[in-house]
């Protein structure tokens, strides 16, 4: 079974700040990679597919990137209402999720 | 706009099999642009995919959850629906409920979810 190990998983950073988190697959899975933003007691909400499309409504300094094992997912301007915890999904086979990163300001 | 409800027991006795529905409004299971996916998450713990269905039938489950995992689409009622057997307190979750696109082979992630509901694995 291929995982999914994302990094770090937490992290604090400030208002404005460009905050990266990392997704590693065990095995390549070409660009089938999600990522979701999940704030505290709501529903996940997908923030990008197939590794770096946005998806609709998403603000743009969400970005997503990478193929094959490694991907990226950055905000470029931290801000309040990302505090989140943001999971990456493999979207081939069988379906992972990552364990998750915890965002914090 | 379409919306999606979960329903089915809050709580569930060890070894038995834990019911779930999900009702579909604002949108048809049986279209064929979209499939039909149910997602758990332990109190304080991160998200497992549990499996999928088409509107053709065609199912992909979870391979830890395979031998337990039944989901199916009835049409008629505009429902689809997920039975998970032989249950313990490690299933216990909020089950969420999914919509996902699908285009040309390929199954894009879900980007519509019902609200979930916990199920707790108790006797």
């Known amino acids: 079974d291929i995982q999914m190990t994302q990094s770090p998983s937490s992290l604090s950073a400030s208002v404005g700040d460009r905050v990266t988190i990392t997704c590693r697959a065990s095995q390549g899975i070409s660009n089938y990679l999600a990522w979701y933003q999940q704030k505290p007691g709501k529903v996940p909400k997908l923030l990008i597919y197939?590794?770096?499309t946005l998806q609709s409504g998403v603000p743009s300094r969400f970005s997503g990137s990478g193929s094959g094992t490694d991907f990226t997912l950055t905000i470029s301007s931290l801000q309040p209402e990302d505090v989140a915890t943001y999971y990456c999904?493999?979207?081939?086979?069988?379906?992972?999720f990552g364990q998750g990163t915890k965002v914090e300001i | 706009q379409v919306q999606l409800q979960e329903s089915g027991p809050g709580l569930v006795k060890p070894s038995e099999t834990l019911s779930l529905t999900c009702t579909v409004s604002?949108?048809?299971?049986?279209?064929?642009?979209?499939?039909w996916n149910w997602i758990r998450q332990p109190p304080g713990k991160g998200l497992e995919w549990i499996g999928y269905?088409?509107?053709?039938?065609?199912?992909n489950y979870n391979p830890s959850l395979k031998s337990r995992v039944t989901i199916s689409v009835d049409t008629s009622k505009n429902q689809f629906s997920l039975k998970l057997s032989s249950v313990t307190a490690a299933d216990t979750a909020v089950y969420y409920c999914a919509r996902g696109y699908y285009y040309d082979s390929t199954y894009y992630p879900p980007g519509d979810w019902g609200q979930g509901t916990l199920v707790t694995v108790s006797s």
């Open positions: 604002g949108g048809s299971v049986s279209s064929g642009s979209y499939y």
């Open positions: 197939a590794a770096s």
């Open positions: 999904q493999k979207c081939n086979s069988a379906w992972t």
């Open positions: 269905i088409y509107y053709s039938g065609s199912t």
